[in-house]
């Protein structure tokens, strides 16, 4: 059994900052990808950022120059940076990881529970 736990949320005012953890445990080979989606009420849930194994990261251009992700391998832990938040970025985080239990083997998408990130004045 993997379980992803992610933590790091809560209300900040705009132009704040939060940092978000994922921590990955269980019977793991290799975590492929890293990275958060994200699902505000009424719209689409939507990518936010990854990061692979060795490091190269993709992002939303909404968060294009404001959040940073970042990973530590030998503890199965990513982490989103977000600075100059905006009320917009006020959604559901939900970590997730591409995880192969063997060499060679099948990845698997895990999810974490979700977190609140609510960006109030």
């Known amino acids: 059994q993997v379980q992803l736990v992610e933590s790091g949320g809560g209300l900040v005012q705009p132009g704040g900052s939060l940092r978000l953890s994922c921590a990955a445990s269980?019977?793991?080979?290799?975590?492929?990808?890293m990275g958060w989606d994200r699902q505000a009420p009424g719209k689409q849930r939507e990518l936010v950022a990854t990061i692979t194994s060795g490091g190269n990261t993709n992002y939303a251009e909404s968060v294009k120059g404001r959040f940073t992700i970042s990973r530590d391998n030998a503890k199965n832990t990513a982490y989103l940076q977000m600075n100059g938040l905006k009320l917009e970025d006020t959604a559901v985080y939900y970590c997730n990881a591409d995880i192969t239990y063997r060499s060679g083997g099948s990845a698997f998408r895990f999810w974490g529970q979700g977190t609140q990130v609510t960006v109030s004045s």
């Open positions: 269980g019977s793991i080979f290799s975590i492929i990808v």
